[in-house]
């Protein structure tokens, strides 16, 4: 069964930072992209950020600079480390899978059940 859980998420007030995890499992992790979206009460679903199983990265306009997207193949993990965080950036966060690549014309195979982040003072 393949799975797809994060964690890390919460409260913290603007400019902080939080880092968060999802951990895979029941797929080849190792050959698959893997993407962080997040969602917003009432929006549509963003692509925020993607890493192939190459190590190669890419970011939405609104997270780029502040975001980065990492993995380690070892522990089947994928990472977002958000910081300058901004209260425009509360959303449920979303761990994503998909064999290749994902990009906003190729989706995921795999979806977490998300993790919320809350930026608020």
């Known amino acids: 069964q393949v799975q797809l859980v994060e964690s890390g998420g919460g409260l913290v007030q603007p400019g902080g930072s939080l880092r968060l995890s999802c951990a895979a499992s029941?797929?080849?992790?190792?050959?698959?992209?893997m993407g962080w979206y997040r969602q917003a009460p009432g929006k549509q679903r963003e692509l925020a950020a993607t890493?192939?199983?190459?190590?190669?990265?890419n970011y939405a306009d609104s997270v780029k600079g502040r975001f980065t997207i990492s993995r380690d193949n070892a522990k089947n993990t994928v990472y977002l480390q958000l910081n300058s965080l901004k209260p425009e950036d509360t959303a449920v966060y979303y761990c994503?899978?998909?064999?290749?690549?994902?990009?906003?014309?190729?989706?995921?195979?795999?979806w977490g059940q998300g993790t919320p982040v809350t930026v608020s003072s």
């Open positions: 994503s899978a998909r064999v290749g690549v994902i990009s906003q014309n190729v989706r995921p195979q795999y």
């Open positions: 029941g797929f080849s992790f190792s050959h698959y992209a």
């Open positions: 890493i192939t199983s190459s190590g190669v990265t």
